[in-house]
């Protein structure tokens, strides 16, 4: 499931779209940015005018626990979680 949220408390006013997994989790969550050498080409159904942004992944084990945290570009952060 995708969700558009305005975070209040950004004084930037950055746009973020969350996606969750079927079992609630969050997956994925996007900082909507203007292009450029470091976001990453993105569309959404019903968001046209999100192209780019920043993308931060959550994996999770099968016992539910946050086990790693990527944040592209691929490059910038891996943390894996024991």
């Given at each position: ?37 470091a976001t990453e080409g993105v569309s ?29 570009p691929r490059r910038a952060a891996l943390?894996?979680?024991?």
């Open positions: 499931m995708l969700v558009a949220d305005q975070n209040e408390s950004d004084q930037l006013r950055r746009k973020r779209i969350s996606e969750t997994d079927a079992l609630g989790r969050l997956k994925d969550v996007w900082e909507v940015r203007s292009a450029d050498g959404f159904p019903g968001w046209p005018d999100v192209t780019a942004g920043y993308c931060t992944s959550y994996e999770y084990n099968t016992l539910d626990n946050l086990t790693t945290v990527t944040q592209v943390f894996t979680i024991r």
